[in-house]
């Protein structure tokens, strides 16, 4: 059964940075294209990167420039680095596969970006 947890969120002021990690199993990791989700309250679940499984990487228009995904395919891990945040990325964050079927979604990690 494949898990997902998310872990390395918290809160810090805007302009900070935070680096989340992803850690899987019970899958093959290296072939799945990953990403990193956010949900914001009220707001429905989004995409903010992606990483495919040879290493290609995309953003959301939000937060291009501003973070970084990366994967360890030997630690079945994917990253998220995050830059200049804004209050506005306050979310929690999750991470699954970057194309349906989902796998089961994790408890996600809170993200709070608060002065």
């Known amino acids: 059964q494949v898990q997902l947890v998310e872990s390395g969120g918290g809160l810090v002021q805007p302009g900070g940075s935070l680096r989340l990690s992803c850690a899987a199993s019970?899958?093959?990791?290296?072939?799945?294209?990953m990403g990193w989700y956010r949900q914001a309250p009220g707001n429905q679940r989004e995409l903010v990167a992606g990483i495919t499984s040879g290493g290609s990487t995309n953003y959301a228009d939000s937060v291009k420039g501003r973070f970084t995904i990366s994967r360890d395919n030997a630690k079945k891990s994917v990253l998220l680095q995050m830059n200049s945040l804004k209050p506005e990325d306050t979310a929690v964050y999750y991470c699954?596969?970057?194309?349906?079927?989902?796998?089961?979604w994790g408890q996600g990690t809170q993200v709070t970006v608060s002065s």
């Open positions: 699954n596969f970057m194309r349906r079927p989902y796998a089961d």
């Open positions: 019970g899958i093959i990791f290296g072939i799945y294209h």
